[in-house]
């Protein structure tokens, strides 16, 4: 009595590798961009933290900023940040030499795109 062959062709194999390659491929490509999307948001956040951290600095001290535009370093993370600060008067006739308009942008020293921007209205206390 002959038995049946109960192996697989190696067309069969192939079949089933090359399926295997194509969904690992796509797995792999998917994990790439979950990651790069985490390392993204990652950075924004820690922008943000930054930004809310200068500009509270801001607001605990007694004087109001002057106007322009300065950069400053930060570390943070082990990961060295560059804020910009621009510092402009608020145009209104009564209240605008009591507020200043603060637009702060923090980006990674590595990377040129702003990780955050952040806009605030800051006021001199005790002002009419």
């Known amino acids: 009595m002959k038995h049946p062959n109960r192996g697989f062709t190696l067309v069969e194999v192939m079949v089933a590798l090359a399926i295997f390659a194509l969904l690992a491929s796509t797995i792999a490509?998917?994990?790439i961009q979950a990651l790069n999307s985490a390392r993204q948001i990652e950075e924004q956040v820690q922008a943000r933290?930054?930004?809310q951290n200068v500009l509270t600095q801001m607001r605990l001290d007694k004087a109001?900023?002057?106007g322009g535009t300065t950069r400053q370093n930060y570390s943070y993370n082990?990961?060295?940040?560059?804020?910009?600060i621009e510092v402009s008067n608020?145009?209104?006739?009564?209240?605008?030499?009591?507020?200043r308009h603060i637009k702060l942008r923090t980006?990674?020293?590595?990377?040129?795109?702003?990780?955050?921007?952040?806009i605030a209205v800051l006021g001199e206390a005790g002002s009419p």
Do not use: C, H, Y
């Open 29 to 31: 490509t998917s994990n």
């Open 49 to 51: 933290w930054i930004n």
């Open 64 to 66: 109001l900023p002057d």
């Open 78 to 84: 082990n990961q060295d940040w560059i804020v910009e």
């Open 90 to 99: 608020v145009e209104m006739d009564l209240l605008g030499p009591f507020l």
């Open 107 to 118: 980006r990674l020293k590595t990377d040129d795109t702003p990780a955050d921007i952040l």
